[in-house]
């Protein structure tokens, strides 16, 4: 009841501020749930099976290790660079950056709005505190003297009502904007990394072996399609 009479007092700006807060609220726990929940993944675990299979020869089970993740965007995107991996280095260079433009998103969608509401709510108690002086002035200008100092109150209750409501939503907004947006980051320099290491391995398993007849073909053309030394029953003229 007191919360009821508290709203009541504010007017139409202290319930726009409410409403405010309530959808920051609302996408503080869509986002904390999707990034630290339902994103999270045991990185080094599971980078280390795949590279595993991969150096094994066994990329179609990776691609089935990855597929069983699907819900996690790093495996999406290791799934979509393996699918390449039969192909030339630049087509799997091609995967990852494919791979990066449909996981990013993923990542920071919807998490720049916390930001905005925050800063609406702190304009909202602004503009509150603005019309609270209004009122004021309206009761010292126009107002019988017997109830000058009753509206002159409650224009001052008004200006302090919403500031103070305003500054209830934005702090708490912008501390928990801070705390998710170091998660993104978090998630996403994973992402670039575990991408990146899974590429190099994949591309460095194309280049030959460094033995003789690759690293100089032709000195072993040579010794294959050269003269042959005379034998010991050669004789000399």
């Known amino acids: 009841m007191a919360f009821l009479n508290f709203m009541n007092s504010t007017g139409v ?36 099976k795949i590279q595993t299979l991969v150096l094994g020869k066994k990329t179609e089970e990776a691609i089935i290790a990855c597929a069983q993740l699907e819900s996690k965007p790093l495996a999406r995107a290791f799934k979509v660079i393996l699918e390449k991996s039969d192909r030339d280095d ?10 990066m433009a449909e996981i990013v998103p993923l990542y ?11 800063n609406v709510a702190t304009l909202l108690g602004l503009l509150g505190t603005i019309h609270g002086l209004i009122l004021s002035f309206q009761a010292v200008a126009q107002a019988d003297p017997a109830e000058k100092q009753a ?32 998660r993104q980051n ?11 290491k899974l590429t190099e391995v994949l591309t460095s398993s194309h280049i030959p ?13 040579l010794k294959s ?5 005379p034998s010991a029953n050669t004789k000399v003229s």
């Not at 630049?90 to 791979?99: H, L, N, R, S």
């Not at 072996?209 to 053309?221: D, I, Q, W, Y």
């Not at 399609?225 to 030394?229: A, E, L, V």
């Open 151 to 182: 509206m002159l109150a409650a224009g001052i209750a008004v200006s302090m009502y919403t500031t103070a409501l305003g500054l209830a939503v934005a702090i708490p907004a912008m501390v928990t904007f801070s705390f998710l947006t170091s």
């Open 90 to 99: 630049e087509t799997i260079f091609q995967a990852q950056d494919i791979a």
């Open 209 to 221: 072996g460094l033995h003789k007849g690759n690293v100089f073909p032709e000195a072993s053309n």
């Open 108 to 118: 920071t969608k919807r998490l720049h709005y916390l930001s905005m509401l925050a």
């Open 186 to 196: 978090e998630l996403l320099e994973q992402l670039t990394e575990k991408c990146s």
């Open 225 to 229: 399609n050269g003269p042959t030394p």
């Open 13 to 48: 700006v202290g319930w726009t501020i409410l409403l405010t807060g309530v959808a920051a609220l609302a996408l503080v726990v869509e986002r904390a749930r999707t990034l630290y929940f339902h994103y999270g993944l045991n990185v080094d675990e599971f980078t280390g």
